[in-house]
C-alpha cells in the first residue's frame, strides 16, 4: 500500500472539493448582486475570485508534485487528471462570476427589467445547483448522476434563450437596450458555468470509466443558441 | 540569410516510439511464439500454471508481476533454459512459428541460437571485447567476415563508437552499463530472431538504463523482445504488450503458484486494466 500517495491524492481531493465549495460561495454572491443590484457586492465577488485563483493554483501544483514523485498509473491517475482538468473549469466559473459582477456594475445607472433579472437569478440558482450536483457525484464517482447533469444544463440553456427574447423586445427603448445587452453577455456567463459543470461530471465519467466522452456533441451546442 | 532546413519528421514512428503500439497493431503482426496451458514445476512444485499467451514479431512484451509470480520462469521456457535445471518438467505447449519447441527432434542448442538472452547481471566472458562477440559466430562456424560480424552486433548494441578502438581490450574493463551491452551485443552477433532479457537493467544505473531502453525501442525493428522487469515505469515505456503475473496461494496456504492474470497492450494495462488485482499491483496497493 502506498501510503504517501494515497495521502496525498486524499489531499488533491479535497483542495478540489474546497475549490469547488468556494466557487459556489462566488456564484451566490453574484445572484444576490444581481438581485438587489449591489453595486458594492459586485465588487467584494470581483474580489473574492483571487481565493478561488489561488485555490487552483495551489492544486496545479500539487499535481506537479505528486506526477513527478509517485508517478501514478491507472485510476490514480485518472484522478490526478480529472482533479486538474475540473479544477481548471471551477477556476474558469469563477471567472465567469467576475464578469457578471462587472456587467451589472457597468449596467447599475440604467433602469433594470424585472423579467430579465428573474431570469438571471434563475440561471444562476440553477447553475450553482447544477455545480454542487458536478461536485458530488465526483467526489462519489456516480456516473449516473454526472450524466444528469445535461439535463439540468438544458433547462439553464431555456433560461438563457428566455432572457434572449425578453430582450429582443427592448429594441424600441435605447436604455432598455443597452441594458439588456449587457444582460445577455451576463445570461452568456451563466450557460457557460452550466457547461463547465457539465464537463466535470465528464470528468467523473472519465475517471470511472478511462474512457473520455462528451455528454453532448457540438450539434447540441447549437442548439443550446437557438 | 541561411534558411533553415525544416526536419524532417516521421510521425508514425514517433508514434511507435513514444506510445508503443497498440493491441490491434500487435495482433495483425505475425505469432512469433503460441503459449497454450503451459505450466512448469521444479521437483514436483507448480512454479507456474496454465498459461496462454501470444507473442508478436517485432514487438516488445513485457513480464511484469510480484517476486514469486513465475516471470523469470517463463521466460526461461522461451528457450528451453528451464531444461538445464535439474526436476524442472514443462507441460502444455510453446510453440515457436508453429513448431513445438519442446518436441523431441528439437535441438536446445539451436533454439538458443535463434533465441537469445541477456541476464540481469552483465556476465561477459573474461576474454576481450572483440573475443566476447566473436564468440557464438566462431563456435558455430558461421561464414562471412568475423570483423564484419563483431563491427555489426556492436553497432546493433550502441557499443561500437565507445570501444571501437580496444576492441581487444578486457571486456572486464568496461563499466556495468557497457558490459550489458556488450551482452547485448553477443547475443545479437549470432543472428538471432528472438531476445529475452531477464531483469536487463536491474543492475545498472538510470542512463545505462535509458541507453539499453533506446536500444530496445531500435532493436525491435528487427527482432522480437521479451523483457522480464520488476520496473513497471520501465515496462510501460518500452513494452508494447505487457503480461502481469501473481501469487496464487492455496487456500491451506500449502502452496503457491504463479498465474497469469492479464495480458493487453501495455497501455492499457497502465490505464485502464481490466483485472482489480492489476488495477491493485500497478498503483502500487498490492498486498
Redesign the interface.
Known amino acids: 500500500?502506498?501510503v504517501e500517495?494515497q495521502a496525498e491524492l486524499d489531499a488533491l481531493e479535497a483542495g478540489f472539493q474546497e475549490a469547488g465549495e468556494i466557487v459556489v460561495r462566488s456564484i451566490r454572491g453574484v445572484i444576490d448582486a444581481l438581485r438587489t443590484q449591489d453595486v458594492e457586492l459586485c465588487d467584494e465577488v470581483i474580489a473574492f475570485d483571487d481565493e478561488v485563483d489561488e485555490r487552483y493554483r495551489a492544486i496545479e501544483k500539487q499535481v506537479e508534485l505528486v506526477l513527478a514523485r509517485q508517478?501514478?498509473?491507472?485510476?490514480?491517475?485518472?484522478l490526478v487528471l480529472a482533479i486538474l482538468h475540473s479544477a481548471l473549469h471551477v477556476e474558469r466559473m469563477g471567472d465567469q462570476c467576475v464578469t457578471i459582477a462587472k456587467l451589472t456594475k457597468l449596467s447599475s445607472h440604467l433602469g433594470t427589467q424585472q423579467a430579465v433579472v428573474e431570469g438571471l437569478v434563475d440561471m444562476g440558482e440553477r447553475c450553482a445547483e447544477m455545480v454542487k450536483v458536478s461536485l458530488t457525484a465526483f467526489a462519489n464517482r456516480d456516473v449516473a448522476q454526472a450524466r444528469g447533469l445535461h439535463g439540468l444544463d438544458e433547462l439553464v440553456d431555456r433560461a438563457n434563450r428566455q432572457v434572449f427574447s425578453e430582450v429582443l423586445g427592448y429594441v424600441h427603448d435605447a436604455e432598455a437596450l443597452e441594458w439588456g445587452m449587457r444582460q445577455i453577455t451576463a445570461a452568456r456567463c451563466f450557460e457557460r458555468i452550466g457547461d463547465n459543470a457539465v464537463d466535470i461530471g465528464e470528468q467523473t465519467a472519465f475517471l470511472v470509466?478511462?474512457?473520455f466522452a462528451e455528454f453532448t456533441d457540438a450539434s447540441d451546442d447549437l442548439r443550446s443558441l437557438e | 540569410m541561411t534558411q533553415m532546413e525544416a526536419p524532417r519528421i516521421d510521425s508514425g514512428r514517433i508514434a511507435e516510439v513514444s506510445h508503443g503500439l497498440d493491441r490491434s497493431e500487435v495482433e495483425s503482426r505475425e505469432r512469433v511464439f503460441s503459449v497454450s496451458d503451459l505450466s512448469v514445476a521444479y521437483s514436483g512444485n507448480v512454479a507456474l500454471e496454465g498459461v496462454q499467451l501470444h507473442v508478436h514479431k517485432n514487438t516488445v512484451t513485457a513480464f511484469i508481476g510480484p517476486s514469486g509470480c513465475g516471470k523469470s520462469t517463463f521466460i526461461r521456457c522461451f528457450n528451453r533454459m528451464n531444461d538445464l535445471i535439474p526436476g524442472a518438467k514443462v507441460t502444455g505447449s510453446v510453440l515457436y512459428h508453429g513448431e513445438d519447441l519442446y518436441s523431441r527432434d528439437v535441438d536446445p542448442v539451436e533454439i538458443r541460437r535463434r533465441i537469445g538472452m541477456v541476464f540481469q547481471k552483465p556476465n561477459p566472458f573474461p576474454k576481450s571485447i572483440y573475443d566476447n562477440v566473436a564468440f557464438g559466430p566462431r563456435v558455430l562456424g558461421m561464414k562471412g567476415s568475423l570483423d564484419e560480424r563483431v563491427e555489426s552486433a556492436l553497432r546493433q548494441a550502441a557499443l561500437w563508437d565507445e570501444v571501437k578502438d580496444r576492441l581487444k581490450e578486457g571486456a572486464l574493463g568496461l563499466s556495468g552499463g557497457q558490459q550489458q551491452r556488450l551482452c547485448i551485443a553477443r547475443a545479437l552477433a549470432v543472428e538471432p530472431d528472438v531476445i529475452l532479457m531477464d531483469e536487463p537493467a536491474s543492475a545498472l544505473d538510470p542512463i545505462s538504463t535509458t541507453r539499453i531502453e533506446d536500444l530496445m525501442h531500435h532493436l525491435k525493428r528487427e527482432y522480437t523482445i521479451i523483457i522480464v522487469t520488476h520496473n513497471?515505469?520501465q515496462a510501460?515505456r518500452v513494452a508494447d504488450m505487457t503480461a502481469f503475473f501473481s501469487v496464487l496461494v492455496d487456500e491451506d496456504g500449502s502452496g503457491r503458484r504463479g498465474i497469469l492474470v492479464e495480458y493487453d497492450a501495455t497501455t492499457k494495462i497502465?490505464?485502464?486494466?481490466s483485472d482489480k488485482r492489476t488495477?491493485d499491483y500497478?498503483?502500487?496497493?498490492f498486498?
Request: net charge neutral; charged share 20%; no cysteine.
Open positions: 500500500m502506498r500517495l508517478t501514478p498509473v491507472a485510476s490514480d491517475l485518472r470509466t478511462g474512457e | 513497471m515505469q510501460a497502465f490505464t485502464t486494466p488495477e500497478v498503483t502500487g496497493r498486498g
